[in-house]
């Protein structure tokens, strides 16, 4: 197979192979993002479920309901707890793998969209590219998020 790339966590336990491009390369600000990751916005990859393969390691699992009221599925290495991918109800076929995972971290891959500009830290002054949006295009608040959770 073309195009192999291999990434995995922080301990090493956990590895996987994408086989082709991300459908969508996206630069996150939402609050999730910043509370799963601990950092001040997230980088997710999208791929095709045929496109991406776990080799090896024990993953947990951590579920919740975002404000939209969809599913967010986070797979964790059950050793270090990076989260080597996601599964988003709001993309059902995709799988949603973490850009600073590969190995070497290259980032080769261009980013498509940027979203929720609304909660993006004060000390990133540009955007990260021209389709940038406040929040996103399946956002749709049912209910207010506890204090913590909003931004
Ligand atoms: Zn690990
Ligand atoms: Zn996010």
């Known amino acids: 197979m073309n195009n192999i790339h291999k990434g995995g966590c922080l301990c090493g336990k956990s590895r996987f192979e994408t086989y082709a491009k991300p459908v969508a390369n996206i630069i996150c ?3 999730y993002c910043q509370l799963r990751t601990g950092s001040p916005f997230g980088n997710i990859l999208y791929f095709d479920k045929k496109d991406f393969k776990f080799i090896t390691g024990n993953l947990k699992t951590y579920k919740f309901i975002t404000e939209s009221g969809r599913e967010w599925k986070n ?3 059950s050793n270090c707890a990076t989260i080597i991918y ?7 076929d995709n799988i949603g793998v973490p850009g600073g995972l590969f190995d070497p971290p290259t980032y080769k891959y261009k980013i498509s969209k940027e979203v929720f500009t609304r909660s993006r830290a004060n000390f990133i002054q540009n955007n990260f ?3 940038s949006f406040e929040t ?9 998020d506890e204090d913590r959770l909003k931004g």
């Open 136 to 144: 996103s295009s399946s956002y749709k608040p049912l209910k207010d």
């Open 86 to 92: 996601c599964i988003l109800e709001v993309r059902k």
């Open 75 to 77: 797979y964790f290495c």
């Open 29 to 31: 600000h939402c609050r």
């Open 129 to 131: 590219c021209e389709n």
